[in-house]
């Protein structure tokens, strides 16, 4: 009896769709959950130190999200 050894080198293209789906879905909700953790960052700057209160929820949304990427960069 004689056992037959199969040795993949490339996963199918198809296993590399489907990875990279999932990928994509899992990017997203990361980035889903730092915009919401900026979006109450902001809110709690806002109302909590008077050194961000003449700027506006979404300029302060934008720096956070700029200096997150720019780490992610990194």
Same mark, same amino acid.
């Given at each position: 009896?004689? &056992? @037959?050894?199969?040795k $993949? &080198?490339?996963?199918? #293209?198809? $296993? +590399?769709?489907? &990875? +990279? ?8 909700f990361?980035?889903?959950? @730092?915009? @919401? ?7 709690? $700057?806002?109302s /909590? /130190? ?5 700027? #506006?929820?979404?300029?302060?949304? !934008? ?5 997150? !990427? +720019?780490k992610?960069?990194?």
């Amino acid at each position: 009896m004689t &056992t @037959q050894i199969v040795k $993949l &080198t490339t996963p199918p #293209s198809s $296993l +590399k769709k489907v &990875t +990279k789906f999932f990928t994509r879905i899992y990017d997203s909700f990361v980035e889903a959950r @730092q915009l @919401q953790a900026a979006m109450e960052t902001a809110h709690y $700057l806002k109302s /909590n /130190n008077s050194d961000y209160r003449h700027m #506006s929820y979404g300029d302060i949304v !934008n720096k956070i999200m700029s200096d997150i !990427n +720019k780490k992610e960069r990194e």
